[in-house]
């Protein structure tokens, strides 16, 4: 069955993130919500730990869709972080 799903911007660009972060497509990542949203899933070991919370209502799904976070930091020319951890100041 063919289902066309119209996504707030903050929703699609959370499912392209979990889609490069997990190497799986976008339609896989949906026919799996569903699933578990219906309660499909047969073997209890396909649900993970975080899944099983939710489910148990031990944590709660976020408040706040997925979003981009900027960084906030930008190192000297020439420094990594690595050269910060090597200080001779600290004790």
Do not use: C, W
Request: avoid cysteine.
């Amino acid at each position: 069955m063919a289902v066309n799903l119209r996504l707030t911007p903050e929703m699609a660009s959370a499912l392209q993130a979990e889609a490069e972060r997990t190497g799986q497509s976008q339609q896989e990542i949906l026919r799996e919500a569903v699933t578990r949203h219906l309660h499909l899933v047969e073997d209890d070991r396909q649900t993970s730990d975080r899944d099983r919370a939710r489910t148990a209502q031990v944590v709660r799904p976020a408040r706040v869709a997925y979003r981009k976070v900027k960084p906030r930091l930008r190192l000297p020319e020439g420094t990594d972080s690595l050269d910060l951890l090597e200080r001779d100041d600290r004790f």
